[in-house]
């Protein structure tokens, strides 16, 4: 049976990112950037310290998407990302994706995707379309 979602419903997981965390993504992404993995450097940087790169970061959005809202067979058709704060090894982030309208006449989602701190400091801001046949 087809699950009925509506406008404004929403769905947020909680996770932080280890200094492993970011070197196995810089592996696996080809982005060896220093900033994210060498404290030396990043120390001299605007920053201060490691950050955690963004699209590791914006990846949390896929998972509430994929597994939760509007859930499993979701495909993505655009997401918009505005990086508004950078993000510290170890940050407890809240990603947090919300209903902003449904089309009537086929599956398809747009949300609003927004990363925090645990303290509410906006992360990453942005929108995103999803086609979801399941539904």
Same mark, same amino acid.
């Given at each position: 049976?087809?699950?009925?979602?509506?406008?404004?419903?929403?769905?947020?997981?909680?996770?932080?990112?280890?200094?492993?965390?970011?070197?196995? !993504? +810089?592996?696996?992404?080809?982005?060896?950037? @220093?900033?994210?993995?060498?404290?030396? $450097?990043?120390?001299?940087?605007? %920053?201060?310290?490691?950050?955690?790169?963004?699209?590791?970061?914006?990846?949390? !959005? +896929?998972?509430?998407?994929?597994?939760?809202? @509007?859930?499993?067979?979701?495909?993505? $058709?655009?997401?918009?990302?505005? %990086?508004?704060?950078?993000?510290?090894?170890?940050?407890?982030?809240?990603?947090?994706?919300?209903?902003?309208?449904?089309?009537?006449?086929?599956?398809?989602?747009?949300?609003?995707?927004?990363?925090?701190?645990?303290?509410?400091?906006?992360?990453?801001?942005?929108?995103?379309?999803?086609?979801?046949?399941?539904?």
């Amino acid at each position: 049976m087809p699950v009925k979602y509506n406008v404004g419903d929403s769905f947020e997981i909680k996770r932080s990112f280890s200094y492993t965390d970011v070197k196995q !993504f +810089s592996q696996l992404s080809g982005d060896v950037n @220093p900033i994210h993995l060498d404290a030396e $450097l990043a120390a001299q940087s605007i %920053f201060g310290k490691p950050i955690v790169h963004g699209l590791l970061v914006s990846s949390l !959005f +896929s998972a509430v998407i994929a597994n939760y809202l @509007p859930g499993p067979g979701s495909i993505y $058709l655009h997401q918009s990302l505005n %990086f508004k704060a950078p993000v510290f090894h170890d940050t407890i982030l809240i990603a947090k994706v919300e209903i902003l309208s449904k089309k009537l006449d086929k599956p398809i989602f747009e949300l609003k995707t927004t990363c925090t701190t645990e303290y509410g400091e906006i992360l990453i801001e942005g929108n995103a379309v999803v086609l979801n046949k399941n539904l």
